[in-house]
């Protein structure tokens, strides 16, 4: 998605579940099988080479069920590109990647990804962007929710402060708003996985509490979630680990609390 002016307030969303209270679990929940536990992301000697350099080299990686992965590191050092890799959008020039103890493929239908291009329709409404991605993706989303309920669109809109504004064109929107969209986009899939590409990038106060908020509901659901930021000590009281990227690189890896700084850094 596109970056979004500083003064472009989110504001305080319309659902308590974005004031401190917890969003519905038929809202957030995930709906992949219950019963498989393999790990959520297995990764070895991932690479991708772009434009004649390395953007990625050599990235092992394993993440278990329910898990919440920081991945920090300067401008340049591969995290869009570990994302992408890991939301499929890329495919690695080496190495291999499973997702859900299977093909990474196969497993698009459980992964959401929030990246810095919206991808919204802009003549369309809020409401009509939910209601085409849930036509597009009719197939796999049948399957995955074919015994439990649909999530409502109209909660999910309210979640993330769009009610007001569900019937306006896109193109209308503010920054903020469109980030807000992108955000219900992710919700109304309710993903296994999600992966969030620098969320709180030119975000005011407001809206960085709302991304606060989303990790953590959606962790509590058992969501497993790769967050990449440059703030690295709000995205530490938020998950569980952490790797810094360098030059496409793994430098480091352990808890996210004892992640190290680095120049670039966000001191928000």
């Given at each position: 998605m596109g970056a979004v002016d500083a003064g472009a307030s989110i504001g305080?969303?319309?659902?308590?579940?974005?004031?401190?209270l917890p969003m519905s679990e038929a809202l957030l929940a995930p709906t992949g099988p219950s019963q498989a536990r393999?790990?959520?992301v297995v990764a070895q000697k991932l690479a991708r080479r772009h434009a004649g350099r390395w953007a990625l080299r050599g990235?092992?990686?394993?993440?278990?069920?329910g898990r919440a992965l920081m991945i920090v590191g300067p401008n340049g050092s591969g995290k869009t590109t570990l994302i992408r890799l890991l939301g499929t959008a890329l495919a690695p020039t080496s190495g291999s990647l499973r997702l859900f103890g299977g093909p990474a493929e196969a497993a698009r239908p459980r992964v959401a990804m929030l990246s810095h291009a919206d991808n919204h329709?802009?003549?369309?409404?809020?409401?009509?962007?939910l209601l085409v991605s849930a036509r597009l993706a009719a197939s796999s989303v049948g399957r995955r929710f074919a015994n439990t309920p649909g999530p409502d669109i109209e909660a999910v809109l309210a979640t993330v402060g769009l009610s007001a504004r569900a019937d306006d064109v896109v193109r209308t929107f503010s920054a903020g708003m469109r980030k807000?969209?992108?955000?219900a986009r992710l919700l109304w899939k309710r993903a296994d996985l999600v992966l969030l590409d620098e969320p709180y990038?030119?975000?005011?106060?407001?809206?960085?509490?709302l991304v606060d908020t989303l990790v953590h509901d959606l962790r509590a659901t058992g969501t497993t979630v790769v967050l990449s930021t440059h703030q690295i000590a709000r995205g530490a009281s938020l998950c569980d680990d952490a790797v810094l990227l360098e030059a496409g690189r793994v430098k480091?890896?352990?808890?996210?609390?004892?992640?190290?700084?680095y120049a670039g850094e966000s001191q928000e």
């Open positions: 305080e969303p319309e659902s308590n579940a974005l004031t401190g393999a790990p959520v990235v092992d990686l394993e993440l278990e069920p329709y802009d003549d369309l409404s809020a409401r009509e962007n807000r969209l992108a955000f990038a030119g975000l005011d106060p407001a809206g960085g509490r480091w890896r352990g808890k996210a609390a004892d992640a190290p700084r």
